[in-house]
């Protein structure tokens, strides 16, 4: 279940929000979530899980604007942005020779987007495996063609969302069965 919410928090009031998601999600479960009561176990890397529903499998997201929250039966991760200008370091460091290539191809008033869209599948990717930004990132590749995502990781499946016209990215990654 992916829930999304596009509403304006202030910033100290985005993970209690991204929470509230995860509550709602867990509550089809039959499942009483409370933030900083109901208990959580981390890994090595820092992700959670429900210490008593180990089979459940949840990630959170925010950033001004947007929330959400993803629970699944299987490994998954989900990242959220709101587009803004790009950040050519961060292409140089975190993204394969194809992805700069790509970016640097794409039209001026397309690239903020399509960094956006590729960094966000990272992002999701690198927290479904539970690992984090320390993941070298620019060996896990993804394109495009049309509205399908190709990616360089195969036991894993991808869907993106692009949202209040161009406004926001939501990417998924969850783990095939």
Excluded at 13 to 23: D, K, S, V
Excluded at 43 to 62: D, F, M
Excluded at 70 to 86: K, N, W
Aim: hydrophobic share 35%.
């Amino acid at each position: 279940m992916l829930l999304i919410s596009l509403k304006e928090v202030p910033k100290k009031e985005q993970r209690p929000h991204a929470h509230n998601l995860l509550r709602e999600c867990l509550r089809t479960r039959h499942i009483d979530y409370v933030t900083d009561v109901t208990p959580v176990t981390r890994n090595e890397h820092g992700k959670p899980s429900l210490t008593e529903y180990p089979e459940i499998n949840y990630n959170l997201s925010h950033a001004n604007g947007i929330a959400v929250c993803l629970v699944s039966d299987t490994e998954c991760g989900v990242d959220c942005e709101g587009v803004r200008p790009y950040r050519p370091n961060v292409v140089r460091r975190a993204f394969s020779e194809s992805e700069k290539s790509l970016i640097e191809k794409a039209p001026d008033n397309e690239r903020d987007l399509l960094f956006f869209r590729l960094w966000t599948l990272k992002e999701a990717y690198v927290k479904a495996i539970g690992i984090g930004i320390s993941y070298p990132l620019n060996t896990v590749e993804f394109s495009f063609t049309g509205n399908k995502i190709i990616s360089s990781v195969k036991e894993y499946y991808f869907r993106q969302y692009i949202l209040k016209d161009g406004r926001f990215i939501v990417s998924v990654c969850e783990k095939k069965e």
